[in-house]
Structure formats: structure tokens, C-alpha cells
């Protein structure tokens, strides 16, 4: 009777080994293929001596320290490379512009002067918006340019202008910041809206102290900076710790501050499995382990880690200029200190898939957990 059971646990055993449940891949089946080449014949097979250049299917690269630099020199996938404008240092006066609304007042020692009746000293003139030519109009002077002046160099010469027909005159004038003299924070801070540029050399750091600072639930703000038909970008992080990069603002910008939306994904034998945002502006394959909570303990295989990464087919190189296949996956070995290391200073990119794979010895761990198993219903049995 025992040895029927034995019979019967052991075909039930060698049925396990092919059907044991896992909950990620073995890198042997992930990489089975991986020496496939296209030949020179247009044929696919195994690997002959040069053919290996050409990878059929997916190239294989080892990340560590002899091959960093390489990698780092081929084409970054996965996102928009947008310029910045650097600072440049401007007078810290304030100008007058198109759009500004100008209020104007004089007094006058004259008794029924031009601009004064029978005891008035006081003249208030209607607020006027300056034009389109960067001119206001003057009752008895006419048009008098005062864009691109500070307004007390605008006070100034309407005064002059005006002392020509009411000697006497005093003039006070007075200006409201127009469309061409403000900026607009449209988002990422605790106050958005629309603000005047106080002078020329208003800065962005200016602005978002101004707007209540940066919204502390972004994760690695983004800034994009809109002026005219050119979109700029740049990061909070990088604004902070470069004061050339807090660029002077001009009249009409529109600034944006949002969530990096740069991701990649975990999945296999990692702490958790799911898509993961960019938490700074550059990730290496060691922050992403820390980031999705490191390797499931009991299933994954630290010398098996992968990143699967597509490249663009004008990415292509066979000189090792660029990586040999659009499809590549990087191997990652963080049992040796070459492999630690190097995970330290390999970058990852957005859209990259991190894939932990299982250890080989789950499976032999399950055989033989099923063979105490087995035998001991059977000792059971034969007991009775």
C-alpha cells in the first residue's frame, strides 16, 4: 500500500516540477533566445562568429563599471528635452509698457489758468491706458511717449511738456501694471493667478514667493515656462540649486509647475508591482529598488534583475555608439559589488520596465516540500 502511494506522489511530483505556480518569470526563460542573429543572408539562427552584432529578437547588455559610460552615451528615451532661459541681471527700476494704465494729476498756483478754473489747484485727468505705440495723449500737449521710461522719468516729462503753456504746474503721476507688465502662475502653487512684474528684473523665484510658494504635494515639480511661441522647462530642484537658472521674467509669460510625469514600472519578484513616478530628476537602478520597496525575499533572484527599455529605431548602432536592438535589456547582478555599484550609477529612463525574476530555487524548494508532504501521508497511511 505504501508503495502505491509513493507511485501515485511521485507522478503527481513530476507533474509539479512543469506546473508550480510562480509569481514571476526565471531570467533563463526571460533571456531563452537572447543569441538569435539575423545573418548576413537575411537568415535567423543560432550565433556564428560576427552574427552576434545583430540580435534577432532583443539585445542583452550587463550593466556594470567597464560598460557605464557606453550606456550613458546613447540616446536618453522616453523624454522631451526642452531648453531654459538663463538669468540676466536687469535694472531693479520699474518700466512703463504697453497696456499700463496711467493715472495723472497737477496742481497749480494759477487762477483761471488753462488747466485751472477760478480757484482750483487740483487736476485730475481721466486714467488712460497707454497705446498700442507707447504713447498717452495730453490735452493742449498732444501725444508724449512713456514706454520704456520709469514712471518717475514719465512724471518728469509730462512736467516739462506741461510747463510750456501753465509754468507753475505740478504734476504726480501714477501707474497700474497692464497685461504687458505681468506674469501668469497658472498652477503647482498656493495662490495662482495673474502678477505685476514690480521691475525689470523680476524673477521667477520673485513670482512664486509672491503666488504663496510651491504646492508641497507635487512630486519633483516640473516647471514650463511659456513666452511667446517657445515652451521652456526646467525643474523646481534645479531652480533651487542654480541661481543662474532663476530666469528674469518678461511681460506675457505664462508659468506652469506640475507633477513629473515620468514613470516606470516594477514587476516580478519586487516589493510592490505597479507604475512608480520620478520622485527626482535623475534615478538610478538603486534608487528604483528603494523606491518600489526592494526584492520579495523569499522569491526573487538578486542576480537576476532586468530593465527592459525600448529605443527608437533611428537609435540603432552596431559600432556601440547605440544600443543593437530597440529592444534591450539591461542585466543587473546585486550579489558582487561591481554589480551594486554599477546599479548605483545607472540611470534609468521613463518607460522602463524593472523586472525582478524569480530564483531557480523556489522551484526546488516546492519539490521538496511536496516530497516531506507526500512521504509523510504515506508513513500515515502505512500506520494504520
Not at 256 to 262: A, H, Q, T
Not at 278 to 293: C, E, H, P, Y
Not at 297 to 322: C, H, K
Request: overall charge negative; aromatic content about 6%.
Amino acid at each position: 500500500m505504501q508503495a502505491k502511494f509513493l507511485i501515485i506522489g511521485l507522478s503527481l511530483l513530476l507533474a509539479a516540477c512543469g506546473t508550480t505556480p510562480r509569481g514571476a518569470g526565471l531570467e533563463r526563460e526571460i533571456l531563452a533566445g537572447q543569441d538569435q542573429v539575423i545573418r548576413a543572408d537575411g537568415t535567423t539562427g543560432a550565433a556564428q562568429g560576427n552574427d552576434a552584432e545583430v540580435p534577432a529578437d532583443f539585445a542583452v547588455e550587463v550593466v556594470s563599471r567597464s560598460n557605464l559610460a557606453k550606456y550613458a552615451s546613447w540616446p536618453a528615451v522616453g523624454e522631451t528635452s526642452r531648453g531654459w532661459i538663463n538669468r540676466v541681471d536687469q535694472p531693479n527700476t520699474r518700466v512703463l509698457a504697453v497696456g499700463d494704465t496711467v493715472n495723472i494729476a497737477m496742481w497749480s498756483t494759477e487762477d483761471n489758468g488753462l488747466l485751472s478754473g477760478q480757484g482750483q489747484r487740483l487736476i485730475n485727468m481721466p486714467p488712460q491706458q497707454i497705446s498700442s505705440t507707447g504713447e498717452l495723449f495730453l490735452p493742449y500737449i498732444g501725444q508724449i511717449k512713456v514706454s520704456g521710461l520709469s514712471p518717475e522719468l514719465a512724471r518728469e516729462a509730462v512736467q516739462t511738456a506741461y510747463t510750456k503753456v501753465s509754468p507753475s504746474v505740478q504734476v504726480q503721476l501714477a501707474a497700474s501694471e497692464g497685461r504687458s507688465n505681468t506674469a501668469s502662475l497658472l498652477s503647482g502653487v498656493n495662490k495662482p493667478g495673474t502678477y505685476p512684474l514690480l521691475d525689470q528684473d523680476f524673477t521667477l523665484l520673485d513670482l512664486i514667493a509672491a503666488a504663496g510658494g510651491i504646492d508641497q504635494k507635487l512630486v519633483n515639480p516640473q516647471i514650463r515656462l511659456q513666452r511667446g511661441n517657445t515652451t521652456y522647462a526646467t525643474s523646481v530642484d534645479r531652480l533651487m540649486n542654480d541661481t543662474a537658472l532663476n530666469t528674469t521674467l518678461q511681460g506675457g509669460d505664462r508659468i506652469f509647475i506640475e507633477d513629473d510625469e515620468r514613470t516606470y514600472l516594477a514587476l516580478g519578484a519586487t516589493g510592490t508591482q505597479s507604475p512608480h513616478r520620478f520622485n527626482k530628476d535623475r534615478i538610478t537602478a538603486l534608487d528604483a529598488m528603494s523606491q518600489i520597496g526592494g526584492l520579495e525575499p523569499t522569491r526573487a533572484n538578486a542576480q537576476g534583475i532586468l530593465i527592459l527599455r525600448t529605443y527608437p529605431d533611428s537609435a540603432v548602432r552596431r559600432d556601440g555608439t547605440g544600443p543593437r536592438h530597440v529592444r534591450t535589456i539591461f542585466t543587473i547582478n546585486l550579489t558582487t559589488a561591481d554589480g551594486l555599484f554599477s546599479a548605483g550609477q545607472f540611470q534609468i529612463r521613463s518607460g522602463d520596465v524593472i523586472y525582478a525574476t524569480e530564483s531557480p530555487t523556489i522551484v526546488t524548494r516546492s519539490i521538496l516540500g511536496m516530497t516531506a508532504l507526500l512521504f509523510g501521508v504515506a508513513n500515515q497511511t502505512n500506520n494504520f
